[in-house]
């Protein structure tokens, strides 16, 4: 069920709940009793509020009364929803996953925990594929712990996005990040404009120290550095961290030196990797690592042959774009880690063009 849908049924309860105390017509059109309209409160919101307007004494409904009401359930069943493409959902499609994976769809601190996560807290000696990366941050309650990352920056509009294995956590705890307890609004704001245009700036100007939580930076992060550099050199210009380019990982739990990463990589990519890259806009995905690299190839396996020693995929058709996929080793990899040094001057100066092309064409739509 969309976005649009979900509010439609909040304002269609709130709605048939006044309605019900204000006036006599959900009365009369349920001859008094109570447990119908409860039940439509409940279940069936906009069509139940439907019904008692178009009930008639004397003849109940007729015509294109039904009409009425047929297109109503079709509402609250979810088959009616925005038209595609629209900003809206664009948007509250975005923030519907960075929901699903956070699983906050209820006010109860209880259900705002991602239920693998919950089960973990549980018990520990539960069969989780997860157990490892969630215990390696050391929380004592689920309140504490630190949320996954969706992803970091506008990956709705970055026309490059950078793919890594699971993000490393600040053990100090001086980062300024999101805990279960933050609210579903401040969750949002962090991941969407992490790099800028924020309730705060996450992330300095440069993209590569983020804020400390008694207000200072901290110290640079190696694989932000890291990033910025890869996408100038693809870019052949200047950037802007979160807008030219966004982050995001196989495995959205935060763990130090990938602990955790081999056990819970299979269920995450499964439930999440194709789903990010299908949402993003990014018309170059850069794979960082092995693992990453793993779960690429798993996950396309249609347009990449996992024993492939091709480094550059494309243009290959994934949702709604004609995209590249490269791979390249993770920036904490002893060996040369440029897009030169990886594909070949030839390929870059494709991959080049094809951006190019890409971000003149989005400016001109």
């Known amino acids: ?80 929803v925005p038209p595609p493409g629209t900003q809206y959902e664009q948007e509250a499609e975005e923030l519907i996953f960075l929901l699903k994976l956070s699983e906050q769809g209820s006010n109860s601190q209880k259900n705002k925990v991602s239920p693998i996560v919950q089960q973990w807290f549980t018990n520990h000696n539960s069969t989780n594929p997860c157990a490892m990366v969630i215990s390696s941050q050391r929380a004592q309650s689920p309140e504490h712990f630190q949320v996954p990352e969706p992803w970091s920056g506008d990956v709705e509009h970055a026309p490059i996005l950078f793919l890594s294995s699971n993000p490393t956590i600040d053990e100090s705890g001086r980062e300024e990040y999101p805990r279960w307890a933050w609210s579903e609004e401040w969750i949002a704001d962090f991941f969407f404009h992490r790099f800028g245009g924020g309730r705060k700036q996450w992330i300095d100007e440069d993209g590569i120290r983020s804020l400390q939580r008694d207000g200072s930076w901290g110290k640079a992060v190696r694989f932000w550095t890291e990033v910025r550099s890869r996408a100038r050199e693809l870019l052949e210009r200047d950037v802007r961290p979160g807008v030219d380019y966004a982050l995001t990982e196989v495995v959205h739990c935060k763990s130090r030196r990938e602990m955790g990463v081999p056990e819970a990589l299979p269920e995450c990519a499964r439930r999440y990797l194709q789903r990010v890259v299908k949402l993003s806009g990014a018309r170059v995905l850069v794979t960082l690592g092995k693992r990453a690299k793993v779960a690429v190839q798993q996950g396309f396996s249609r347009s990449i042959p996992p024993a492939s020693e091709e480094v550059v995929f494309g243009p290959i058709p994934i949702g709604e774009h004609q995209r590249y996929i490269v791979f390249l080793p993770h920036p904490n990899a002893h060996m040369k880690r440029t897009f030169e040094a990886s594909v070949g001057r030839e390929k870059l100066q494709i991959l080049r063009a094809f951006l190019r092309s890409q971000i003149s064409e989005q400016l001109n739509s």
């Open 1 to 80: 069920m969309s976005t649009f849908n979900i509010i439609i049924q909040g304002f269609a309860r709130l709605a048939l709940l006044l309605v019900w105390v204000l006036t006599p017509v959900v009365n009369r059109a349920f001859h008094g009793g109570w447990l119908l309209p409860l039940l439509g409160i409940i279940f069936l919101p906009f069509t139940t509020l439907i019904y008692v307007l178009v009930y008639a004494p004397g003849s109940g409904v007729t015509g294109w009364g039904w009409v009425w009401v047929v297109l109503a359930l079709l509402l609250d069943l979810g088959y009616i």
